[in-house]
């Protein structure tokens, strides 16, 4: 994959002519995908259902978060339900046992995924490849039985009936609509941060390491420092996802922090394109339609999931998007 | 009968001879992760749902066509091992030329086929699988009771742990497997069949994981969740360990077994997460694990 791979369409697909803008060509086109998006985002709590909106929009900034890491640090972390769901408890026990207002709540949760994610990445770093992906699954599993036992997430009960509260004191988030605009900001926020992170120099020296880390370390970078603040923005981003959640369903419970959870935010970005800006989104999107589908039928879930983990890696290993840039006329830039 | 720091010396040999049973167990998978692991340079995810499928075929054997535990104790590694051929010949073979990260990936995919399927068909909950005749009661060790099954089980896995070893540190096949780990082109110039070796391999790690699951399926029961849970604390061990040398996954995971069985003794709370805190500590002082060599 090379530094062209920076095109975008938005999720829900607004014509051809913003799709085939690269980002490198003209900001207009950046400009244009993210109006687009915004649009369809603006409208569609009017056509589907708000409260599925805003479970895709949680996970798309969870596989988003994921992606910064696999699609551009190329490391696989197979741990990130550990911030996604230990966020969720943090959210849901500050909003609802200490009466703090969602945004504090949100932001404990952030902060206490990242410093998670600092002491993961501290840890985890110290090996590669699929070691690294060992030590992330063998950590999140210690977060998980730590969730088990604690008191204060309940065990197999998790925290249950947390109060939506009002944002910033003025905005009550009770009213659905209110808090579907508040999810889709902070899914906007978050995707301008990983955005703005890609397409730094930061996330320059990112790619070098991905694509070959001895060099760039010959070439004076101090790889493991890059390769942890990616790691710790990651688990921050993570955390955030996941205390939306808990404040959007009033409910943190263990399933968020299982390791199938840390295996389905492999599978979204997956599916959508590793490396790909909005490959996570769309693959968030399908799984999530995919299980709410699912769920009425009596298919098994994991053995469909299972099934389309196994196509994807035998058949496009690139993801959709991925492989719609590839199929894609490259533009001078 | 004493005591130990206050525990009485039934309960203290009592968690003791468990942890070493859950070690035995420990160093069986981590062998068979391990072994594939140097030869095909794949993690090989689904080595927890195949432990399963072996105990469910001992149990299926049983149920539906009277085969009792020594005949499963055969025939299930068998089976699974026909799987992992299968496996191997359809769709791990495709993915050795890319990043080893997808061979993760597709073996986690199965290991979720696996288990969703067994858990559709037979539900959550264990089925209880008989100790087979021969070894039912026990004996009187003077400090403690040992179940015949129990021992049997440690005795077992020993066994074909060190055999495992034997074959392939000291015998002429054993020489061509390490060979082909370190220079599969040049040992495939030999005249050696290298891919035949490479399916043989992944079948008999996996078989090493149906053989543990018919061992492990009357003293926990056979149930489709058994093996998701203990296969990330093999990993952890494999970690500890280092995939570096097949006597380093047999000792680590024997260790970290008893290590476990005492935790239990003295801070029950903490047994669950004891491997992973060793785990932490390791990677901080020695990051290639304790048998490991950087790779």
């Not at chain 1, 988003?64 to 640090?73: P, S, T, V």
């Not at chain 2, 015998?171 to 082909?180: E, F, H, Q, S």
Request: aromatic share 12%; proline share 4%; net charge positive.
């Amino acid at each position: 994959m090379t530094a062209h791979t920076s095109a975008k369409t938005p999720a829900g697909g607004s014509g051809r002519s913003s799709a085939a803008l690269t980002v490198r060509g003209s900001a207009t086109g950046t400009a244009l995908a993210a109006a687009g998006f915004l649009l369809v985002a603006g409208l569609a709590p009017y056509v589907l259902y708000p409260v599925f909106l805003m479970k895709v929009l949680c996970f798309a900034l969870f596989a988003c978060a994921f992606n910064l890491l696999i699609g551009y640090a190329g490391l696989l972390s197979f741990g990130h339900a550990a911030f996604f769901g230990g966020a969720a408890y943090i959210a849901a026990h500050t909003v609802k046992e200490w009466g703090w207002s969602p945004e504090l709540g949100l932001l404990a949760a952030t902060v206490v995924a990242a410093g998670l994610g600092l002491v993961f990445g501290l840890l985890a770093i110290r090996r590669q490849g699929i070691y690294f992906a060992m030590i992330t699954l063998a950590l999140s599993q210690m977060v998980f039985f730590l969730a088990l036992q604690l008191p204060f997430t309940h065990g197999e009960d998790g925290i249950q009936a947390v109060p939506r509260g009002l944002l910033f004191g003025l905005f009550d988030l009770s009213q659905p609509l209110t808090m579907y605009y508040t999810v889709l900001a902070i899914f906007v926020g978050g995707f301008a941060i990983i955005w703005r992170t890609v397409h730094s120099p930061f996330g320059q020296v990112l790619k070098a390491i991905r694509e070959n880390e001895p060099r760039a370390v010959s070439l004076g970078y101090r790889t493991e420092r890059y390769k942890l603040l990616a790691f710790v923005l990651s688990a921050s981003l993570a955390g955030l996802a996941g205390g939306t959640k808990a404040i959007v369903f009033q409910l943190a419970s263990l399933t968020d922090v299982t390791w199938q959870m840390s295996g389905e935010v492999v599978l979204m970005t997956l599916l959508g394109g590793m490396g790909t800006l909005f490959g996570p989104v769309v693959g968030a999107a399908l799984v999530v339609t995919l299980e709410s589908y699912l769920a009425a039928t009596s298919l098994p879930v994991p053995v469909v999931i299972g099934c389309i983990f196994v196509v994807c890696v035998l058949l496009f290993r690139r993801g959709i998007i991925g492989e719609l840039l590839a199929r894609m006329p490259k533009r001078g830039g | 009968m004493f005591s130990l720091l206050g525990v009485p010396s039934q309960v203290l040999f009592g968690q003791l001879l468990l942890g070493l049973i859950n070690g035995s167990f420990y160093a069986l998978l981590s062998l068979g992760l391990a072994v594939i692991f140097g030869m095909l340079n794949v993690v090989n995810m689904a080595h927890g749902a195949l432990y399963m499928v072996g105990a469910f075929v001992a149990w299926l054997l049983l149920t539906y066509a009277g085969v009792g535990y020594w005949g499963a104790l055969v025939l299930a590694p068998i089976a699974v091992g026909l799987v992992g051929l299968v496996l191997e010949r359809t769709m791990l073979r495709r993915l050795y030329k890319v990043d080893h990260l997808y061979g993760l990936l597709l073996t986690f995919g199965l290991a979720l086929i696996f288990e969703g399927a067994f858990r559709h068909q037979y539900g959550v909950s264990g089925q209880p699988y008989p100790i087979p005749d021969l070894l039912k009661g026990g004996q009187n060790l003077g400090f403690m009771f040992l179940p015949n099954y129990r021992g049997w089980v440690i005795v077992a896995s020993l066994v074909v742990c060190f055999g495992t070893w034997f074959a392939i540190e000291r015998t002429k096949l054993g020489a061509y497997l390490r060979a082909a780990t370190e220079n599969p082109t040049l040992v495939q110039a030999f005249g050696i069949n290298v891919p035949v070796m490479v399916s043989l391999t992944y079948g008999f790690g996996v078989a090493l994981a149906g053989l543990a699951g018919v061992l492990a399926a009357p003293i926990y029961q056979v149930s489709p969740l058994m093996g998701s849970n203990l296969i990330i604390i093999v990993f952890a061990v494999v970690v500890i360990g280092g995939m570096g040398s097949i006597m380093g996954a047999i000792v680590t995971g024997l260790g970290l077994g008893l290590l476990e069985g005492l935790t239990k003794v003295f801070y029950p709370e903490a047994s669950n997460i004891v491997v992973f805190v060793i785990m932490a500590i390791v990677l901080l002082i020695k990051p290639a694990g304790l048998f490991g060599r950087e790779r």
